[in-house]
């Protein structure tokens, strides 16, 4: 299972992060991704990271202002948001990957968190 949590209000410009929290003993060998999907939208990739950690990809709309990281020893993958705007606004799901694989496509994950919602104010 993974249980999303960090989301909340914050203004333009400011900063949030996101945690997903995940079960079983198999997190530290499966890459992980953050996706969003804002109201009337559909879901986008926002980042991804490899098992290890070594290997990230960001979206272009994030590149430069997000930072994925994991902690494997809490089981815990992290969004690090900064420079918000209102085209942030969205509900942020995490989710895993296929062991090995750390891919943008949304199709590929195998499971998915609740989300969390994000709502910058501008």
């Known amino acids: 299972q993974l249980q999303a949590s960090g989301g909340g209000l914050v203004q333009t410009g400011g900063s949030l992060r996101l945690s997903c929290a995940a079960s079983?003993?198999?997190?530290?060998?499966?890459?992980m991704g953050w996706f969003r999907q804002a109201p009337g939208k559909e879901r986008e990739f926002v980042a991804t990271?490899?098992?290890?950690?070594?290997?990230?990809y960001y979206a272009d709309s994030v590149k430069g202002r997000f930072t994925i990281s994991r902690d494997n020893a809490k089981n815990t993958v992290y969004l690090q948001m900064y420079s918000l705007t209102p085209e942030d606004t969205a509900v942020y799901y995490c989710?895993?990957?296929?062991?090995?694989?750390?891919?943008?496509?949304?199709?590929?994950?195998?499971?998915w968190g609740q989300g969390t919602l994000v709502t910058v104010s501008s």
């Open positions: 989710a895993r990957a296929p062991l090995g694989r750390a891919p943008s496509n949304s199709r590929e994950y195998v499971s």
């Open positions: 079983g003993r198999t997190f530290s060998s499966a890459g």
């Open positions: 990271i490899s098992s290890s950690g070594d290997y990230t």
